[in-house]
C-alpha cells in the first residue's frame, strides 16, 4: 500500500530527486516527530486482497516472529503504516512484511523512519492481481530511495511475477537481483535464511542447521503429536506392565494351586501308611 507515489522524497526540506536511471539514497535527517503532525495509523484499506494472501501473509509473519523472538534488538512486523519523510503524513507506505534491526522490540503504531534512526532492513511484499505491477515499479523504487538493503516480492496464486518469488539487494542505490540458488531457493544475507516455495506457500530455510523455519502454531503441534506419542507410548508400557502382573498373578495362583495339592496328596500318603 503506497501513498503519494511521486519520484520525489522530502526530508526536512532536504529534497532527493530520482532523474532517469540514477537512484540515490535518501539523506534522511533524523529527529523527533512534530507532535502536532498526525499521522494515520491506518489508510483504510484492507490487509489482504484475497484469504490466500491473508494466509500466507500471517504465516511469514508468524514464522519470523518466531524466528527472532530471542533477538531483543529486531523488530518484526508488517501491515503497519510507515512514514518516510517527517512532517508529511502523505509521504507513507505499509509493507506487507517489514524486519529491522537495532531498533528493538516494542509496540509501534506506526514506523516513522526519522524516530526509528533507519528504514526496515528486509521487506516481502505479496503481489496479486491489483498490486504486481506497483510492487515490481513504483514500491521497488521507493524501498531503494528509502534504503531498505532486501526487497522481496511472494506471489501466492504464482500469476502475476515472472517468477512467484523474487529478491533483490540494495547496491549502490539501485536493487540488484538476488539470484535463484539451484534448489530454487532466494538467499536473504539479511534474514542469514533462504526464501523457498513449500509445496503451495512460501518457507523459510535455515542452511546452518538444515532444518524449516515453522509457526508457532506448526511448533505447537509437532509438540502436541510429540506429547501424545509419548503418552501411547506410556499407555503400551502401563498395559505391558498390566499384563505382566496379571501373568505374574495367573502364575502365583498356580502355583499355590500345585502347593495344596501337593499338601493334600502328603496328607493323603501319610493317612495311609498309618493305617
Not at 187 to 215: I, P, Q
Not at 226 to 232: G, H, Y
Not at 247 to 275: C, D, I, P, V
Request: with cysteine; charged share 30%.
Amino acid at each position: 500500500m503506497l501513498g503519494n507515489k511521486g519520484g520525489t522524497i522530502m526530508a526536512n526540506k532536504e529534497v532527493i530527486e530520482v532523474t532517469g536511471s540514477n537512484i540515490s539514497t535518501p539523506r534522511i535527517r533524523y529527529a523527533p516527530t512534530n507532535g502536532a503532525i498526525i499521522y494515520p495509523e491506518s489508510d483504510g484499506k484492507p490487509m489482504a486482497e484475497t484469504e490466500r494472501h491473508r494466509d500466507a501473509l500471517m504465516d511469514v509473519l508468524l514464522i519470523l516472529i518466531e524466528a527472532f523472538k530471542d533477538k531483543p534488538d529486531v523488530c518484526v512486523s508488517g501491515n503497519m503504516m510507515m512514514y518516510y519523510v517527517e512532517g508529511d503524513p502523505h509521504k507513507s507506505i505499509s509493507p506487507d512484511v517489514f524486519v529491522s534491526f537495532g531498533i528493538g522490540k516494542k509496540q509501534r503504531r506506526t514506523y516513522r523512519v526519522w524516530e526509528e534512526g533507519k528504514p526496515p532492513d528486509f521487506v516481502l511484499e505479496f503481489s496479486s492481481q491489483k498490486t504486481h505491477r506497483t510492487d515490481q515499479k513504483e514500491k521497488k523504487l521507493l524501498y531503494a530511495l528509502i534504503g531498505v538493503r532486501e526487497y522481496f516480492l511472494y506471489d501466492p496464486e504464482r500469476q502475476y511475477l515472472p517468477t512467484p518469488l523474487m529478491g533483490f539487494r540494495l547496491v549502490e542505490g539501485e536493487y540488484v537481483p538476488i539470484p535463484m540458488g539451484p534448489d530454487g531457493g532466494v538467499m536473504s544475507a539479511t534474514l542469514d535464511l533462504e526464501l523457498r516455495l513449500r509445496g503451495k506457500t512460501l518457507g523459510f530455510y535455515d542452511k546452518v542447521s538444515s532444518e524449516w523455519l515453522e509457526t508457532p502454531a506448526d511448533i505447537a503441534e509437532a509438540r502436541a503429536d510429540e506429547e501424545a506419542a509419548r503418552a501411547d507410548e506410556e499407555a503400551a508400557r502401563a498395559d505391558e506392565e498390566a499384563a505382566r502382573a496379571d501373568q505374574e498373578t495367573e502364575m502365583r495362583k498356580q502355583a499355590e494351586a500345585e502347593a495344596a495339592r501337593l499338601r493334600e496328596e502328603l496328607e493323603r500318603l501319610k493317612a495311609q501308611n498309618t493305617s
